[in-house]
């Protein structure tokens, strides 16, 4: 069965500092990779998607993310956290069906 | 401006008491799904429509009900709410085809509070 597994729940870093965010994956087939965004009180947002070729992809809020087939792994990265980068984050893979199916989540924190 | 609007963004309710949390897309999209958001656990879908008329069970569809009778709403019904429903719900809708790319796009969400 198709999973994700995000192994941090919360991760806190100092601004200025970079980040990785964790994310692994179970899924038979070549998958659709996502990550999403949610700040407090507001709904998710996409970040940034794989669906095939480059495996490293560029998204919004300088975020960029490499998809690693052998590591069955989709991590996030960022060179220099800002404050306003504290949030949820939310891996995801799309699974046949029009099921797409999430992480658990990690909380950023941002610390000045 | 393209999006999918959620209503009530907040309810208090008492159990037993009927409710209905509205969806509506303006992007003309055939995929709708219904989240709960509960922490530790991530999103949950409870029940999704690939089309007009056309609505599946999720992963979590107990105690929920839910309606397709035009292409933008997709209300979600709590016949009889109980405690353990409260939570963040998440509307999403993606434009569905012949492949599916997951890519959803969300509403604000609706937090329930059921006493």
């Known amino acids: 069965a198709q999973s994700v597994t995000q192994p941090d729940i919360h991760i806190t870093v100092s601004e200025g500092a970079s980040l990785e965010l964790r994310c692994n994956y179970s899924y038979g087939a070549t998958p659709y990779l996502f990550w999403y965004v949610q700040s407090p009180g507001q709904g998710l947002q996409l970040l940034l998607k794989?669906?095939?070729?480059?495996?490293l992809v560029q998204g919004i809020k300088g975020f960029e993310a490499e998809f690693k087939r052998s590591q069955s792994s989709f991590n996030l990265r960022k060179p220099s956290v800002h404050w306003s980068d504290a949030a949820e984050y939310f891996c995801a893979v799309g699974a046949p069906g029009f099921k797409t199916i999430f992480g658990a989540g990690t909380r950023l924190f941002v610390k000045a | 401006e393209a999006q999918v609007t959620q209503n009530p963004r907040y309810l208090i309710t008492v159990t037993g008491k009927k409710l209905t949390v509205t969806c509506s897309q303006n992007?003309?999209?055939?995929?709708m799904s219904w989240y709960r958001q509960d922490p530790g656990l991530g999103l949950r879908q409870i029940y999704y429509?690939?089309?007009?008329?056309?609505?599946d069970k999720g992963d979590v569809p107990e105690g929920y009900k839910v309606s397709r009778k035009e292409k933008r709403n997709f209300p979600l019904i709590l016949e009889s709410p109980s405690p353990n429903q409260t939570s963040l719900y998440f509307c999403?809708?993606?434009?569905?085809?012949?492949?599916?790319?997951?890519?959803?796009?969300f509403g604000e969400g609706s937090r329930l509070t059921v006493l």
């Open positions: 992007m003309n999209h055939e995929y």
């Open positions: 794989y669906f095939s070729g480059d495996t």
């Open positions: 999403a809708s993606t434009p569905g085809g012949l492949v599916n790319t997951g890519e959803l796009f």
């Open positions: 429509s690939m089309n007009v008329e056309v609505t």
